[in-house]
């Protein structure tokens, strides 16, 4: 692919995501340009083209949430469906205090240093906690693909607006309870141990609580 047609992509998603500004303001400070210029680096433009190409994403909305790890850009598939991208930033230095979650994992024996590699990892690490509890029947975000950093799964929420966390919502003994079940079939049958279960990455949706980040789950296998 020559630098041209590289150019074009990058400028044809920068000005998909200039056109669709979302109501909410940005976590941490983050300025709309500031997360697009940090997000669209190389390698990750060159994935979306590959994801687009492969008729696996048909085109990028905007951005829904923005983090010093990763921004999640609400998209669409070639179905007209909503997706959720997760995309991690492959600048960031905070993946070397992820170590610790990876090191003594079956699952990830051969780790390569650096910090590209780390992301790369956790990325595929969330798929794979992600997908093993879907396939377990525990109520979790369905994932779709994962390529290098970037993490694909359905959107959950209304026209680019996403499902309240626990945080944003008013909680009740039923959420306790729920909150306790799911700890227990993390446990029970997908055999992992959640490091950072908490308000923040738990949908409260219509039909129950629903978990969306379990990187940091870890193996117990």
Known sequence: MSNNSEKKIELKIKSKLDQKKKKKTLDDGFKKNKVVNEVLDKITVMQLYNLITSKIISYVNGVVKAG??????WA?????????????????SN?????????????????????KNMVYLWARKEFQNISKCYDCGISVVKPRHVSKNILIMDFEGNDGKPENTLLESKVDKNDYLQSIALISDLF???????????????FKTKNGLKLFDLGSAVDTT
């Not at 010093?68 to 850009?73: I, L």
């Not at 990876?102 to 240093?113: A, H, I, N």
């Open 68 to 73: 010093k790890e990763s921004v999640v850009f």
């Open 76 to 92: 669409k598939d070639p179905e007209d469906n909503d997706i959720a991208l997760k995309i991690y930033l492959v600048t960031t």
């Open 95 to 115: 993946f070397k205090k992820r170590s610790q979650y990876v090191t003594g994992d079956p699952r990830f024996t051969s780790v390569k240093k650096g910090t």
């Open 188 to 202: 029970k049958k997908a055999k992992l141990v959640h490091g950072d279960f908490s308000e923040y990455n738990i």
